[in-house]
């Protein structure tokens, strides 16, 4: 597995416990210093001209822990360096602070020049109060955890915080995005393929903030460089979609977890 890869795959794991961390309930972590996923800092832009919006989002943590209820969707497409080698990684989450609830869909797509690396996975997660419930395609398995360890739980997720990369925005326009009033902001990644020397081929970004809140409603990022158009492409996608933005979200246990807590001690 190239280091592309490995180090792709653990951004998504800190990305999963970040989308995650409101199943404590909706509590809002502490704020935490803003940078790029794995670490950074971004350039802020304080040249703005006079009446343009803010263009710095809070973290995705203090954007989610402000709201009642949400579905959000983040997807991450890598293609490269063969045109045929791919990974798409899918994580869904839906919150309710009122059902104190949580559900996250995660879905991987892998495709390669060799059949016997592609394939797919599927899982599901349920957080329910102190109760919590995981099926990764075959078998459910249910946890439930006392007041004190779900506690020290929500202290370690809040330590995590993410934002994505923004870099010198530029204002575009006040629009009405999922149904939220936000400003639009579109930006290209600074310094690409200045250290690898390949030919940058695409690099846009554009987010859209919540004019009440600051929170990223959507996000989009594209780039793409390459070396040899033919056998040698690096090609990026990231999106953030979030819907349903306080209206009413059901969640519930599936019968599946249901049957798997009754074989399952009290702790």
Same mark, same amino acid.
Request: charge should be negative; aromatic fraction near 6%; charged fraction near 15%.
């Given at each position: 597995m190239n280091k592309r890869i490995v180090i792709f795959l653990a951004f998504l794991a800190v990305l999963g416990l970040a989308c995650n961390l409101l199943s404590s309930g909706g509590k809002t972590p502490p704020p935490a210093s803003q940078g790029v996923p794995g670490g950074g800092s971004q350039p802020v832009d304080t040249d703005a001209p006079a009446g343009t919006p803010p263009a710095e989002p809070v973290s995705i943590n203090d954007g989610l822990g402000s709201l009642n209820s949400y579905q959000m969707a983040v997807m991450i497409h890598m293609v490269g360096p063969d045109l045929l080698d791919s990974n798409t990684v899918t994580i869904t989450v839906q919150h309710s602070k009122d059902l104190d609830a949580t559900y996250t869909h995660y879905e991987m797509v892998r495709t390669a020049k060799n059949p016997d690396d592609a394939g797919n996975s599927n899982s599901d997660n349920y957080s329910i109060g102190n109760d919590q419930c995981s099926y990764d395609g075959e078998e459910y398995d249910w946890s439930s955890s006392t007041p004190a360890e779900a506690e020290m739980t929500d202290l370690s997720k809040s330590m995590i915080s993410l934002t994505p990369l923004i870099d010198n925005p530029t204002f575009v326009a006040q629009e009405e995005i999922n149904g939220i009033p936000a400003n639009h902001f579109t930006f290209t990644v600074s310094g690409l393929g200045v250290e690898s020397g390949a030919q940058v081929n695409l690099n846009q970004g554009d987010y859209w903030l919540a004019v009440d809140g600051q929170y990223i409603v959507k996000?989009?990022?594209?780039? *793409?460089? @390459?070396? !040899?158009?033919?056998?040698?492409?690096?090609?990026? *996608?990231? @999106?953030? !979609?979030?819907?349903?933005?306080?209206?009413?979200?059901?969640? @519930?246990?599936?019968?599946?977890?249901?049957?798997?807590?009754?074989?399952?001690?009290?702790?």
């Open positions: 996000y989009l990022l594209t780039v *793409e460089t @390459s070396t !040899d158009p033919q056998t040698n492409v690096y090609h990026e *996608e990231i @999106s953030i !979609d979030l819907t349903q933005i306080n209206q009413p979200i059901s969640i @519930s246990f599936p019968q599946g977890c249901l049957d798997a807590s009754l074989k399952t001690p009290n702790p």
